[in-house]
């Protein structure tokens, strides 16, 4: 039969439910030691990628399933569930999608042992040897309508988060309404560290959650 909703969120291990998601700070070497304790499951990958969307997408596996839609990250582009603006335009138009079919809500997870590792900051860097101005805009932009599509979602994002989420993949959080992480997940924001300004509405969303002074 159909998988069911909760079936979903237990193939992301994520029937252990940790409920707090503030105050996590971890260091790089943590993150190393986090990967190879985690193997990356590729018979996952393979399975999922035998769904129907799998000719549509190239960094997102995308199944219609009872009452909902599911997208996974599951990257070719980039590393580590990294985005770029190919990943972000498939994810936009898969919610697209999901906002206009008779889907009640949208679960978003990923393939692997990690959730999301932030922006792609090697594939910008790349573009940034040619016309700084013009692909530094073009990046923003790309970040802005991705950031967009989650804030004029109307209908219920639920995220699985499975392992690391780091940066965007981090500040996209409050912007969905249920947030579930398993003993693994973790999350880190390293904007300073970057001399990055912090992306997602994280400087509005953070404080009023966590309070101004976290």
């Given amino acids: 039969g159909t998988p069911t909703f909760m079936e979903a969120l237990a193939a992301n291990g994520t029937t252990n439910i940790q409920t707090s998601v503030t105050g996590v700070t971890v260091s790089k070497r943590r993150f190393i030691d986090d990967r190879r304790d985690q193997p990356f499951d590729k018979r996952l990958r393979f399975s999922v990628r035998q769904t129907e969307s799998a ?10 399933q009872d009452g909902f839609t599911h997208i996974l990250l599951s990257t070719k582009s980039s590393e580590n569930n990294s985005l770029n603006p190919e990943v972000m335009k498939e994810v936009q138009s898969a919610l697209n999608t999901a906002a206009a079919d008779d889907s009640k809500l949208v679960l ?92 997602g509405c994280s400087s509005l969303t953070f404080p009023r959650i966590m309070g101004l002074a976290s």
Avoid: H
């Fill in 55 to 64: 000719y549509r997408y190239r960094d997102i596996v995308v199944r219609k």
């Fill in 108 to 199: 978003f997870s990923a393939v692997g042992s990690i959730f999301c590792c932030g922006l792609d900051f090697i594939y910008f860097i790349r573009r940034l040897t040619d016309d700084r101005k013009k692909e530094s805009t073009k990046m923003a932009e790309a970040i802005r309508n991705f950031v967009n599509t989650f804030i004029q979602f109307k209908k219920p994002i639920i995220v699985a988060v499975n392992g690391p989420a780091i940066g965007l993949g981090a500040s996209i959080l409050p912007l969905c309404d249920v947030v579930w992480a398993n003993e693994k997940a973790w999350f880190q924001t390293p904007y300073t560290t970057f001399g990055q300004s912090p992306d």
